[in-house]
């Protein structure tokens, strides 16, 4: 498991509960960004060689009422400048923010602090019935 140096906001230690979190904004950068469950690939090719990765943390992935910190949610960052495999840490940003009028905070990752273009991706849902509205 590679993973980079991460710059959190509000902080590292800020804590909430995930399920106040229903999407989550990836970083682009115009080029092509797939995901398979809680893993992410934004490849740079042919324009460049590097291939960016990073995974959230299943658990927290997985919808649930447990209250995390932004420091234990990303499992892995890496990226790699092909052909060669080796997997060189990623230096990222996530941030916890909420954008007005929207009640439901979203999280931010940024890989090297890039923030152009985010394309958001959907959080599992929650339990049928359960709450989730912040107040």
Known sequence: ??????????GGRFSFP???IAKVENCSAGFLL????????LD??????????WTFDER???????????DHI?????????????????????FW???APDPVPTLQFYPNLSTVSPIQAT?????????TTPT
């Open 1 to 10: 498991m590679t993973i980079g140096t991460g710059l959190y906001f509000p």
């Open 18 to 20: 995930r399920s106040y």
């Open 34 to 41: 797939t995901q398979s469950f809680n893993q992410f690939t």
């Open 44 to 53: 740079f090719r042919p324009t460049y060689v590097s291939v960016y990765h």
């Open 60 to 70: 927290f992935w997985l919808w649930t009422s447990n209250v995390w910190t932004l």
């Open 74 to 94: 990303i499992t892995e960052s890496y990226y790699e400048q092909t052909p060669d495999p080796t997997q060189n840490p990623l230096n990222f940003g996530l």
């Open 97 to 99: 923010v909420r954008h």
């Open 123 to 131: 959080f599992p849902a929650q339990l049928p019935g359960y709450w």
